[in-house]
Protein backbone atom coordinates (compact mmCIF):
# COMPACT_ATOMS: atom_id res chain seq x y z
CA UNK A 1 0.00 0.00 0.00
CA UNK A 2 1.65 3.10 -0.76
CA UNK A 3 0.73 6.32 1.51
CA UNK A 4 -0.79 9.35 -0.06
CA UNK A 5 -1.98 12.69 1.54
CA UNK A 6 -1.12 15.17 -1.47
CA UNK A 7 -3.82 17.34 -2.78
CA UNK A 8 -5.75 17.02 -0.11
CA UNK A 9 -9.13 19.02 0.22
CA UNK A 10 -8.15 21.86 -2.31
CA UNK A 11 -9.91 20.20 -5.71
CA UNK A 12 -9.69 24.09 -7.71
CA UNK A 13 -5.87 24.21 -7.15
CA UNK A 14 -4.67 20.76 -6.87
CA UNK A 15 -0.86 21.03 -4.71
CA UNK A 16 1.54 21.09 -6.76
CA UNK A 17 3.70 17.98 -5.25
CA UNK A 18 2.80 14.67 -5.11
CA UNK A 19 4.45 11.92 -2.32
CA UNK A 20 4.20 7.84 -2.02
CA UNK A 21 6.40 5.55 0.43
CA UNK A 22 6.36 1.92 -0.10
CA UNK A 23 7.88 -1.02 1.78
CA UNK A 24 8.49 -2.28 -1.46
CA UNK A 25 8.29 -6.15 -2.11
CA UNK A 26 11.23 -7.52 0.38
CA UNK A 27 11.49 -5.67 3.36
CA UNK A 28 9.65 -6.00 6.23
CA UNK A 29 9.48 -2.38 7.95
CA UNK A 30 9.79 0.90 6.30
CA UNK A 31 12.00 2.73 7.47
CA UNK A 32 12.10 5.65 4.90
CA UNK A 33 10.41 8.85 6.42
CA UNK A 34 9.30 11.55 4.04
CA UNK A 35 7.62 15.47 4.68
CA UNK A 36 6.27 17.44 1.67
CA UNK A 37 4.44 20.65 3.37
CA UNK A 38 5.62 23.30 1.19
CA UNK A 39 8.02 25.49 1.06
CA UNK A 40 9.99 22.00 2.55
CA UNK A 41 10.24 19.06 1.05
CA UNK A 42 12.41 16.08 2.54
CA UNK A 43 13.24 12.00 2.16
CA UNK A 44 15.12 10.03 4.83
CA UNK A 45 16.39 6.36 4.55
CA UNK A 46 17.00 4.90 7.98
CA UNK A 47 18.91 2.03 8.78
CA UNK A 48 19.77 0.13 11.88
CA UNK A 49 17.58 -3.00 11.42
CA UNK A 50 14.87 -3.89 13.80
CA UNK A 51 12.62 -0.72 13.44
CA UNK A 52 15.65 1.69 14.47
CA UNK A 53 15.85 2.71 11.04
CA UNK A 54 12.47 4.30 11.54
CA UNK A 55 13.00 5.98 14.40
CA UNK A 56 16.10 7.44 13.28
CA UNK A 57 14.14 8.42 9.86
CA UNK A 58 11.06 10.24 11.74
CA UNK A 59 13.44 11.62 14.77
CA UNK A 60 15.61 13.48 11.98
CA UNK A 61 12.95 14.69 9.44
CA UNK A 62 10.57 15.71 12.76
CA UNK A 63 13.82 17.77 13.65
CA UNK A 64 14.72 19.06 10.19
CA UNK A 65 10.89 20.40 10.06
CA UNK A 66 11.85 22.06 13.46
CA UNK A 67 15.10 24.01 12.56
CA UNK A 68 14.44 24.81 8.83
CA UNK A 69 14.42 28.25 7.23
CA UNK A 70 11.40 29.66 5.52
CA UNK A 71 13.38 30.76 2.68
CA UNK A 72 15.21 29.02 0.34
CA UNK A 73 18.59 29.28 2.39
CA UNK A 74 20.78 26.06 1.62
CA UNK A 75 23.33 27.15 4.47
CA UNK A 76 20.07 27.44 6.96
CA UNK A 77 18.96 24.05 5.67
CA UNK A 78 22.45 22.23 5.97
CA UNK A 79 22.32 24.17 9.17
CA UNK A 80 18.87 22.37 10.07
CA UNK A 81 19.98 19.24 8.80
CA UNK A 82 22.98 19.22 11.46
CA UNK A 83 20.39 19.51 13.94
CA UNK A 84 18.36 16.85 12.89
CA UNK A 85 21.80 14.64 13.18
CA UNK A 86 22.05 15.86 16.71
CA UNK A 87 18.93 15.06 17.66
CA UNK A 88 19.78 11.15 16.19
CA UNK A 89 22.97 11.19 18.48
CA UNK A 90 20.84 12.03 21.35
CA UNK A 91 17.84 10.09 20.71
CA UNK A 92 20.80 6.85 20.85
CA UNK A 93 22.32 8.51 24.55
CA UNK A 94 18.77 8.31 25.83
CA UNK A 95 17.59 5.56 24.74
CA UNK A 96 15.20 6.10 22.07
CA UNK A 97 16.38 3.49 18.92
CA UNK A 98 19.63 2.12 19.21
CA UNK A 99 23.28 2.71 19.16
CA UNK A 100 24.20 2.67 15.40
CA UNK A 101 21.15 3.55 13.72
CA UNK A 102 21.50 6.39 11.32
CA UNK A 103 19.63 7.88 8.20
CA UNK A 104 20.55 9.77 4.90
CA UNK A 105 18.43 13.04 4.09
CA UNK A 106 17.62 14.91 1.30
CA UNK A 107 15.89 18.22 1.73
CA UNK A 108 14.74 21.27 -0.37
CA UNK A 109 12.82 24.07 0.01
CA UNK A 110 11.33 25.37 -3.10
CA UNK A 111 10.15 29.15 -3.50
CA UNK A 112 8.88 29.90 -6.74
CA UNK A 113 11.80 28.75 -8.66
CA UNK A 114 14.42 28.60 -6.51
CA UNK A 115 15.77 25.61 -4.97
CA UNK A 116 17.52 25.33 -1.98
CA UNK A 117 19.49 21.79 -1.64
CA UNK A 118 21.01 19.62 1.32
CA UNK A 119 21.60 16.18 1.51
CA UNK A 120 23.77 13.64 3.30
CA UNK A 121 24.06 9.78 1.93
CA UNK A 122 22.60 8.16 -0.89
CA UNK A 123 18.93 9.44 -0.96
CA UNK A 124 18.93 11.70 -4.16
CA UNK A 125 17.55 14.71 -5.82
CA UNK A 126 16.96 14.89 -9.87
CA UNK A 127 15.61 18.00 -12.10
CA UNK A 128 13.53 17.00 -14.86
CA UNK A 129 13.79 19.91 -17.28
CA UNK A 130 12.37 20.05 -21.16
CA UNK A 131 12.29 16.37 -21.13
CA UNK A 132 16.42 15.71 -19.87
CA UNK A 133 16.73 14.27 -16.20
CA UNK A 134 19.79 15.65 -14.47
CA UNK A 135 20.79 14.13 -10.75
CA UNK A 136 21.35 17.37 -8.36
CA UNK A 137 22.93 15.45 -6.11
CA UNK A 138 26.31 13.44 -5.83
CA UNK A 139 25.88 10.29 -3.64
CA UNK A 140 28.27 9.85 -0.01
CA UNK A 141 28.44 6.20 -1.10
CA UNK A 142 31.24 3.82 -1.44
CA UNK A 143 30.55 2.98 -5.53
CA UNK A 144 29.94 6.82 -6.06
CA UNK A 145 33.42 7.25 -5.09
CA UNK A 146 34.55 3.83 -7.15
CA UNK A 147 32.71 5.37 -10.17
CA UNK A 148 34.66 8.84 -9.71
CA UNK A 149 38.25 7.47 -8.96
CA UNK A 150 37.43 5.28 -12.64
CA UNK A 151 37.68 2.19 -10.92
CA UNK A 152 34.06 0.68 -11.65
CA UNK A 153 31.40 2.07 -14.36
CA UNK A 154 28.42 3.30 -13.22
CA UNK A 155 26.31 0.07 -14.32
CA UNK A 156 28.54 -2.05 -12.27
CA UNK A 157 27.88 0.36 -9.60
CA UNK A 158 24.24 -0.55 -9.64
CA UNK A 159 24.83 -4.01 -9.36
CA UNK A 160 27.64 -4.25 -7.29
CA UNK A 161 27.58 -6.44 -3.54
CA UNK A 162 28.36 -3.09 -1.50
CA UNK A 163 26.48 -0.75 -3.58
CA UNK A 164 24.17 -0.02 -0.48
CA UNK A 165 27.81 1.02 1.57
CA UNK A 166 27.08 4.84 2.22
CA UNK A 167 30.12 6.77 3.44
CA UNK A 168 27.77 9.62 5.60
CA UNK A 169 24.98 9.04 7.52
CA UNK A 170 23.12 11.40 10.20
CA UNK A 171 23.37 9.83 13.79
CA UNK A 172 27.01 9.01 13.82
CA UNK A 173 29.26 11.78 13.35
CA UNK A 174 28.69 14.83 15.88
CA UNK A 175 30.79 16.90 12.67
CA UNK A 176 28.46 15.77 9.84
CA UNK A 177 29.32 17.58 6.42
CA UNK A 178 26.50 18.73 4.74
CA UNK A 179 26.61 19.00 1.28
CA UNK A 180 24.35 22.28 0.20
CA UNK A 181 23.28 24.72 -3.18
CA UNK A 182 20.70 26.81 -4.26
CA UNK A 183 19.66 26.80 -7.92
CA UNK A 184 17.15 28.44 -10.31
CA UNK A 185 14.63 25.82 -12.02
CA UNK A 186 12.35 27.40 -14.31
CA UNK A 187 8.21 27.17 -14.66
CA UNK A 188 7.37 23.97 -15.59
CA UNK A 189 10.53 22.09 -14.23
CA UNK A 190 9.93 19.13 -11.81
CA UNK A 191 12.25 18.18 -8.94
CA UNK A 192 12.47 14.39 -7.37
CA UNK A 193 13.81 13.76 -4.54
CA UNK A 194 13.54 10.05 -3.86
CA UNK A 195 15.41 7.24 -1.73
CA UNK A 196 18.11 4.38 -3.23
CA UNK A 197 14.67 1.96 -3.18
CA UNK A 198 14.03 4.09 -6.34
CA UNK A 199 16.93 4.92 -8.05
CA UNK A 200 18.62 1.37 -7.45
CA UNK A 201 15.44 -0.09 -9.14
CA UNK A 202 15.10 2.36 -12.18
CA UNK A 203 17.58 3.63 -14.31
CA UNK A 204 17.82 7.59 -15.43
CA UNK A 205 16.36 6.99 -18.62
CA UNK A 206 13.06 5.29 -16.90
CA UNK A 207 12.78 7.88 -14.54
CA UNK A 208 12.49 10.81 -16.95
CA UNK A 209 10.19 8.71 -18.70
CA UNK A 210 7.76 8.39 -15.66
CA UNK A 211 8.27 12.08 -14.28
CA UNK A 212 7.31 13.33 -17.85
CA UNK A 213 4.73 11.25 -18.46
CA UNK A 214 1.54 12.69 -16.07
CA UNK A 215 0.25 15.98 -15.62
CA UNK A 216 -0.77 15.08 -11.84
CA UNK A 217 2.32 15.07 -9.51
CA UNK A 218 0.89 12.92 -7.24
CA UNK A 219 0.17 9.96 -10.24
CA UNK A 220 3.59 10.65 -11.42
CA UNK A 221 5.05 9.71 -7.67
CA UNK A 222 2.34 6.59 -7.39
CA UNK A 223 3.78 5.27 -10.98
CA UNK A 224 7.26 5.64 -9.81
CA UNK A 225 6.21 3.59 -7.02
CA UNK A 226 4.45 0.97 -9.07
CA UNK A 227 7.47 0.62 -11.50
CA UNK A 228 10.10 0.54 -8.95
CA UNK A 229 8.15 -2.28 -7.32
CA UNK A 230 7.73 -3.86 -10.95
CA UNK A 231 11.26 -3.99 -11.17
CA UNK A 232 11.91 -6.09 -8.31
CA UNK A 233 10.89 -3.87 -5.18
CA UNK A 234 13.97 -4.83 -3.42
CA UNK A 235 14.13 -1.93 -0.80
CA UNK A 236 11.80 0.87 0.46
CA UNK A 237 10.63 3.50 -1.81
CA UNK A 238 10.39 6.98 -1.29
CA UNK A 239 9.47 9.72 -3.30
CA UNK A 240 8.40 13.71 -3.39
CA UNK A 241 8.02 14.89 -6.66
CA UNK A 242 7.25 19.28 -6.80
CA UNK A 243 6.13 21.28 -9.76
CA UNK A 244 8.93 24.59 -10.27
CA UNK A 245 7.00 27.82 -10.60
CA UNK A 246 3.62 26.74 -8.76
CA UNK A 247 2.64 27.98 -5.13
CA UNK A 248 0.80 26.12 -3.08
CA UNK A 249 -2.14 27.11 -2.95
CA UNK A 250 -1.93 29.81 -6.23
CA UNK A 251 -2.05 32.47 -3.78
CA UNK A 252 -0.46 35.15 -6.49
CA UNK A 253 -2.92 34.14 -9.04
CA UNK A 254 -5.96 34.69 -5.93
CA UNK A 255 -4.43 38.11 -4.62
CA UNK A 256 -4.23 39.75 -8.58
CA UNK A 257 -7.91 38.90 -8.87
CA UNK A 258 -8.23 40.42 -5.43
CA UNK A 259 -6.72 43.28 -6.79
CA UNK A 260 -8.66 43.38 -10.00
CA UNK A 261 -12.07 43.36 -8.02
CA UNK A 262 -10.90 46.54 -6.08
CA UNK A 263 -10.23 47.91 -9.35
CA UNK A 264 -13.21 47.07 -10.78
CA UNK A 265 -15.66 48.55 -7.69
CA UNK A 266 -13.66 51.87 -7.94
CA UNK A 267 -13.92 52.56 -11.34
CA UNK A 268 -17.99 51.10 -11.54
CA UNK A 269 -18.09 53.41 -8.26
CA UNK A 270 -16.78 56.61 -10.04
CA UNK A 271 -18.78 56.25 -13.39
CA UNK A 272 -22.02 55.84 -10.81
CA UNK A 273 -21.03 58.74 -9.10
CA UNK A 274 -20.10 61.06 -11.90
CA UNK A 275 -23.25 60.40 -13.84
CA UNK A 276 -25.04 61.12 -10.82
CA UNK A 277 -23.42 64.48 -10.62
CA UNK A 278 -24.30 65.47 -13.95
CA UNK A 279 -28.14 64.28 -13.76
CA UNK A 280 -28.21 67.08 -10.60
CA UNK A 281 -26.25 69.46 -12.44
CA UNK A 282 -28.75 68.92 -15.00
CA UNK A 283 -32.07 68.92 -13.34
CA UNK A 284 -30.95 72.36 -11.42
MN1 LIG B 1 17.14 2.38 1.13
Request: proline share 3%; with cysteine.
Amino acid sequence: MSHRTAGDGNQRHPAPFGQATDIGRSRTHNEDSLLAKPPLYVVADGMGGHAAGEVASRVGVDTLVAHAPLHADSKALARAIRAANNAIIDAVQAGTGKQGMGTTMVAAIVEGTRIALAHVGDSRAYLLHDGALRQLTADHSLVARMVSEGQITEAQAREHPHRSVILRALGTDPDIKVDHTTLDAQTGDRLLLCSDGLSGMLEDPEIARILGGYKDPQVVADMLVAEANEAGGLDNITVVVVDMGVTAYDEGRASSGRWRMILAVTVFLAVAIAILALAYWRLR
